[in-house]
């Protein structure tokens, strides 16, 4: 069966259609600018070019139905009609409390979703627009939703309990709720089949380390503590989030600048991290390069970057109680061999080897450590989208 994944966001949609047999991608591509000038879709189907084509979409409904036209397009779709869509799998980020896991999408999903947007203003309410369109425009075809927060339902209340009046929790459910849930389930179940180990026996820690990145504790098949919070703003430095800080800076830097609590907010969000760091770039490309020439500022975001990874990596070794596997996944964890060492040379301690030329290599499944590591290290490239085609071929 072919399913058409969707993760939409405020003004951009991406997509993938997969051939739930074969688990391949028959086409994918993504629309930009939605509802602003100047917006494009941009169109690849398996083993063709990839073609951009400018056309308005005021909405995304303009956006899906641009999206199942080149799907069926004589020249460039995959497929003839639109009946050989047998599903659509929706990534949605935040399910509060309400989704431990994936769910066929009602009504009265939709509307718990809804109720879920004061937690994720900005990416909920984007989300159920595209469930809408795609409901407008195929209105018979089943649809899911695959949510960033489901996989961490499973955390003790000691993991997910803020050390704030318990009230907070019970009137507005203040908690960490973590994300990038559908990463780190996919891979820590690819961690388990690469050692030949059943998933319900392993303690593994994923670090997903992209330009958003989280660590994740997943205790025999079970994610037991994370580093995203009530929000993605929480945990580690990222491409421009700044991570954990002391929450008595924002109104600190509030007074100092004249500004609202709010626009602390935003450039906690948008302008720090690594880009607030270095003072140029979020991206580790960029850094990387920024170290070789020699550029101090680049090279401490790095080192800041890598203390707080080995942070949490201890952190979370001790909570539970020992580690069988760590798995690097996501684009700095799955291209970076500098970042895994580094992280590495921390935990030698515990009898960690890196293989050099194992490390050396990219873009594959891969362990990294050696034969005789105590604690296998792995390099995994994760796929969220796959990860929601199978949870939705599963719910149908
Ligand atoms: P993601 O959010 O998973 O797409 O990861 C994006 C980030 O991965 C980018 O900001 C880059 O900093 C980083 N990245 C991607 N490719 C490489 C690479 N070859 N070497 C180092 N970092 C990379």
Do not use: W
């Amino acid at each position: 069966m072919n399913i058409l994944v969707i993760n939409c966001g405020s003004s951009s949609l991406k997509f993938q259609l997969i051939d739930s047999d074969s688990e391949k991608v028959l086409a994918k591509g993504l629309c930009e600018r939605i509802g602003i000038d100047g917006s494009r879709i941009v169109y690849q189907p398996a083993g063709g070019e990839k073609e951009t084509t400018e056309a308005p979409m005021p909405t995304h409904t303009e956006a899906i139905k641009l999206v199942l036209d080149s799907l069926i397009d004589a020249n460039k779709g995959v497929i003839k009609s639109l009946d050989e869509i047998g599903a659509v799998g929706h990534r949605v980020v935040h399910g509060g409390e309400k989704f431990a896991k994936s769910t066929l999408i009602t009504d009265e999903v939709i509307k718990a979703i809804e109720e879920c947007n004061d937690l994720a203003p900005l990416h909920n309410p984007a989300n159920i627009i595209g469930i809408n369109a795609c409901k407008e425009l195929m209105p018979n075809t089943p649809m899911v939703a695959v949510f960033d927060t489901a996989f961490h339902q499973t955390m003790p209340e000691e993991a997910y309990i803020y050390g704030i009046p318990y009230e907070y929790y019970e009137k507005y459910k203040v908690r960490r709720y973590g994300f990038h849930g559908t990463s780190h389930s996919f891979v820590s179940k690819r961690a388990a089949e690469m050692l030949g180990k059943p998933y319900d026996s392993l303690k593994t820690i994923v670090c997903h380390l992209g330009n958003g990145a989280s660590i994740c504790a997943v205790d025999h098949g079970k994610s037991v503590e994370t580093s995203m919070g009530m929000t993605p703003l929480e945990g580690l430095i990222m491409g421009t989030r700044s991570g954990d800080i002391d929450p008595a800076i924002v109104e600190f830097i509030a007074k100092k600048e004249n500004k609202t609590a709010e626009e602390v907010l935003k450039i906690l969000n948008k302008e720090s991290g690594v880009q607030g760091i270095s003072g140029f770039t979020s991206d580790f490309r960029d850094i990387e390069e920024g170290i070789e020439k020699g550029n101090k500022r680049a090279k401490l975001a790095m080192d800041v970057f890598a203390h707080r990874v080995v942070r949490y990596v201890g952190a979370y070794i001790a909570q539970m109680n020992g580690v069988d596997a760590i798995v690097f996944t996501a684009g700095l964890g799955e291209n970076d061999k500098t970042i895994r060492e580094m992280v590495c040379s921390h935990l030698e301690f515990l009898g960690v080897k890196l293989d050099d030329a194992q490390n050396s290599k990219r873009g594959e499944d891969l362990i990294v450590s050696t034969d005789d590591s105590k604690v296998k290290v792995l390099v995994i490239p994760t796929n969220e989208e796959l990860m929601i085609a199978r949870d939705t071929l599963a719910l149908i």
